[in-house]
């Protein structure tokens, strides 16, 4: 029953916008860290943003700093990646996971989320 859903993937063309959304259900939302992820063809998975379980802290890969922003409005149980200034480069899946507990300042060890969503598939394509 716990889980994480993403959604507002899609194809958009280079140089567009969108939204990402991860919604949770089953645990209490506002006591967990959520990280977004992804993964491109043939390429290791690597973190992208995360977000403490307050709202308070934010952390961006380089390669999205400036680009794309994190958020999250714990009484929607939701957290958003705007994501602007898409590139070819920014093509692939894109997780949302959750994690609580110890935090060792690593913003993008897996281990530390336990909860991960299904993914949503995110094209930049001309």
């Known amino acids: 029953q716990l889980q994480l859903v993403e959604s507002g993937g899609g194809l958009v063309q280079p140089g567009g916008s969108l939204r990402l959304s991860c919604t949770a259900s089953g645990f209490t939302f506002d006591l967990y860290a959520i990280g977004w992820f992804r993964q491109a063809p043939g390429k290791e998975r690597e973190g992208v943003s995360c977000?403490?379980?307050?709202?308070?802290?934010?952390h961006y890969a380089e390669s999205v700093r400036g680009r794309f922003t994190i958020s999250r409005d714990n009484a929607k149980n939701t957290v958003y990646l705007q994501m602007s200034s898409l590139e070819i480069e920014d093509t692939g899946v894109y997780y949302c996971?959750?994690?609580?507990?110890?935090?060792?300042?690593?913003?993008?060890?897996?281990?530390?989320?336990?909860?991960w969503g299904q993914g949503t598939q995110v094209t930049v394509s001309s």
């Open positions: 996971a959750a994690g609580r507990g110890y935090y060792s300042g690593k913003y993008y060890n897996e281990a530390y989320y336990s909860l």
């Open positions: 977000i403490s379980s307050s709202g308070g802290s934010t």
